[in-house]
């Protein structure tokens, strides 16, 4: 099992990025699939959940109405679409495997993680 979580950068406050999880060494189209981020001296947090058809998604309260949370099972990848970007969105963004059915917004429910991509937000 492999994620591979990219598209971070450096990005001035109110802009977007588009980050992207792929995966591959298991049947995406099966599992729900979670975004969490962690900042600098923080934990790591929730920041987006999606079944593992699409047609249901979850958010953290910080973040809706400004992310987005998809996916393309046939790419085999998961995306989080991140606009009006806020300093406070500056951190290390993860794509995990929720170990079973149903979101969960506790990271001990998720088993496969990605590396990471970071994002930085500047005002």
């Known amino acids: 099992v492999q994620l591979q979580a990219s598209g971070g950068g450096l990005v001035q406050a109110g802009g977007s990025l588009q980050l992207s999880c792929a995966a591959s060494?298991?049947?995406?189209?099966?599992?729900?699939m979670g975004w969490f981020r962690q900042a600098p001296g923080k934990e790591r947090e929730f920041v987006a959940a999606?079944?593992?058809?699409?047609?249901?998604?979850n958010y953290a309260d910080s973040v809706k109405g400004r992310f987005s949370i998809s996916r393309d099972n046939a790419k085999n990848t998961v995306y989080l679409q991140m606009n009006s970007l806020k300093p406070e969105d500056t951190a290390v963004y993860y794509c995990a495997r929720r170990s079973r059915s149903g979101s969960s917004y506790n990271d001990d429910d998720y088993d496969y993680w990605g590396q990471g991509t970071l994002v930085t937000v500047f005002s």
């Open positions: 999606i079944s593992s058809g699409g047609g249901r998604t």
């Open positions: 060494g298991f049947i995406l189209s099966i599992y729900y």
